[in-house]
């Protein structure tokens, strides 16, 4: 067996993997055809182009070379997740935000347990890394099982328990108990493994009151930890925040201190220019989800805008059940897209800005050391079938990474590596049972839909 298939400790890994392209980021110096990536241990120790490359690391004998042909590149870096909602897949179809989690979600989440969590997490890790999503960010609730299932699909994983105060929305009472629940996760899982990262999901300014988002500022402050909140989603939560305060939501999280934090907005449909500019001034990232926001009505974030004001912008699928399918792919293209369209300009988002989204600045945005191929950084790649239509013709690079964000899809990714284990093989995930996970959904998703309507 390779060492670069299906074994769990890649801490002795060693491999060679020779592609017919290798995209190690979008600029056209940053493209190799042919090119090779060496992986040891977790970690990426070459990229470059074949023909100047040094000799497999550690001797020929000792490394595995495996011509893969194909085209390798980083793996997608997925922002903002509810991954166990594969559970809830499609649930509230055609209602609006707030009547959507109101009536369809936050009665079915009621009946949630760990196991349905572990099972919904482990189906939704599954379908990422088959569509070359590498990392995911994920905010939910009954999260140790949330972590179990990123542990064993082999994904890596970024953490934030859901902290929130909103009746009906989830097991347990006041935003307290989820917050000490957070803080208890931190202290359990926050780099027990190289693969999970653990920060703090306070839901977002409109469900949270001010002393909630204090406590977790000073707390996610004393230890470093990534903040991950839903921010400006709709007009009319827009509304309530001003409303309540005065002034809208990223003011809200400058005066409670979260914005001192690293933290990760998710949305950002209705921010103002003036508050652009102060998500930028203190660093902080938004993370995009058109085809969400699409769906749930919610509008159109101004891409261009944050972009042009140095906002960095990442790329999320949201959850499962307002997207409906976790394949970050959709995000690349419809990000530019929407941009380009509500501009009237195709200069509004260029493609190597969509395909950093999906990459660099995805793992920017999270203190994650992926997102591009260069040696040192973490060996989170994917491998791309090139034998395809949409890849014809490919006249240089630059036409080659248009193919990839506005011809190609998930389809087409065939092999996935995190940390320099190999996950993903010819389009099978070999760590997650997928038949049996997609029965444990299926059964488990009925009970709780049950359950939910007996008791409305
Ligand atoms: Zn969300």
């Not at 599954?126 to 542990?151: F, H, I, K, P, Q």
Request: aromatic letters at 6%; a negative charge; glycine letters at 10%.
């Amino acid at each position: 067996m390779n060492v670069a298939d299906e074994g769990a400790d890649t801490k002795d890994a060693r491999f060679r993997l020779i592609a017919d392209v290798v995209v190690s980021g979008p600029e056209a110096e940053s493209i190799f055809r042919p090119g090779v990536v060496d992986v040891t241990g977790s970690e990426i120790a070459y990229v470059g182009p074949l023909d100047t490359a040094p000799d497999p690391v550690g001797g020929v004998e000792r490394a595995n070379v495996e011509v893969v042909g194909g085209l390798l590149m980083p793996g997608l870096v997925n922002a903002h997740g509810h991954t166990p909602m594969t559970l809830l897949r499609s649930a509230g179809d055609g209602l609006p935000l707030g009547r959507w989690l109101k009536e369809a979600i936050w009665p079915r989440e009621a009946h949630l347990s760990d196991e349905d969590v572990y099972w919904g997490m482990l189906l939704g890790c599954e379908e990422l890394l088959c569509n070359g999503v590498t990392t995911t960010t994920e905010m939910y609730v009954r999260d140790r099982s949330v972590v179990a299932a990123a542990l064993d699909s082999g994904i890596r994983a970024v953490v934030t328990p859901g902290i929130l105060d909103v009746e009906g929305a989830g097991p347990a009472g006041s935003w307290r108990s989820f917050f000490n629940a957070a803080v208890d996760l931190y202290d359990e899982f926050n780099a027990t493994s190289e693969r999970i990262t653990v920060g703090f999901g306070p839901h977002s300014a409109y469900v949270l009151p001010e002393d909630a988002l204090v406590e977790v500022a000073r707390v996610a402050s004393d230890v470093a930890a990534l903040v991950h909140i839903h921010l400006s989603e709709t007009k009319a939560e827009d509304l309530v925040v001003r409303e309540r305060h005065g002034y809208g939501a990223p003011e809200v999280l400058a005066r409670t201190g979260i914005l001192d934090n690293r933290v990760l907005a998710a949305h950002g449909v209705w921010l103002s220019d003036v508050e652009m500019d102060l998500l930028a001034a203190h660093g902080a990232a938004v993370a995009h989800c058109p085809q969400s926001n699409g769906k749930l009505g919610s509008g159109i974030a101004r891409v261009k805008e944050m972009l042009s004001k140095g906002v960095r912008v990442a790329l999320g699928t949201d959850g499962p059940a307002s997207n409906d399918d976790l394949d970050l792919w959709e995000e690349m293209r419809l990000a530019p897209l929407l941009a380009r369209a509500i501009a009237g300009d195709a200069t509004a988002v260029t493609t190597a800005e969509a395909f950093k989204m999906a990459t660099s600045s995805g793992a920017e945005s999270l203190g994650i050391d992926s997102g591009v191929l260069e040696a040192g950084k973490l060996a989170d790649l994917i491998r791309v079938d090139l034998d395809h239509g949409c890849f014809t013709p490919a006249l240089d690079s630059t036409e080659l990474l248009s193919h990839l964000v506005w011809a190609a899809s998930s389809r087409l990714v065939t092999d996935v590596w995190v940390g320099g284990r190999r996950v993903v093989k010819d389009h099978r995930c070999v760590t997650v049972d997928a038949d049996e996970a997609r029965r444990e959904v299926s059964a488990r998703a009925r009970r709780i839909f049950e359950q939910a309507s007996r008791s409305s």
